[in-house]
Nanobody
Framework: QVQLVESGGGLVQAGGSLRLSCAAS????????MGWFRQAPGKERDFVAA????????YYADSVKGRLTISRDNAKNTVYLQMNSLKPEDTAVYYC??????????????????????WGQGTQVTVSS
């Protein structure tokens, strides 16, 4: 069993920055694809970004391209989401997720909620205007 713990959320003004972290337990983290998703009140959980096991593939939702950056440090079992130029519409609970299989570490597979095996509890990001 893998446990994912997100941190780094908070309240920030529009145009500001935050860095989310997701720490994973377990010795097989380095083989997992990792994703970030977000869910605003009353809305579905949406794809934000994903990264393959070795960082060779990185993918973003169109709405965050150029502003958010996903990265990982396999030595630390941690995946990051650097969030710059934040907008009020970025307000949501942000979740990290892990996909076990080495197969299907590509799009559109990594953009689908159901294709992930483990989820964190989420961290709130609020962007004020």
């Amino acid at each position: 069993q893998v446990q994912l713990v997100e941190s780094g959320g908070g309240l920030v003004q529009a145009g500001g920055s935050l860095r989310l972290s997701c720490a994973a337990s377990g010795r097989t983290f380095s083989s997992y694809a990792m994703g970030w998703f977000r869910q605003a009140p009353g809305k579905e959980r949406d794809f934000v970004a994903a990264i393959t096991w070795n960082g060779g593939g990185i993918y973003y939702a169109d709405s965050v391209k150029g502003r958010l950056t996903i990265s990982r440090d396999n030595a630390k079992n941690t995946v990051y989401l650097q969030m710059n130029s934040l907008k009020p519409e970025d307000t949501a609970v942000y979740y990290c997720a892990a996909r076990r299989s080495l197969f299907g570490q590509t799009m559109p597979t990594l953009a689908v909620v159901a294709n992930y095996d483990y989820w964190g509890q989420g961290t709130q990001v609020t962007v004020s205007s």
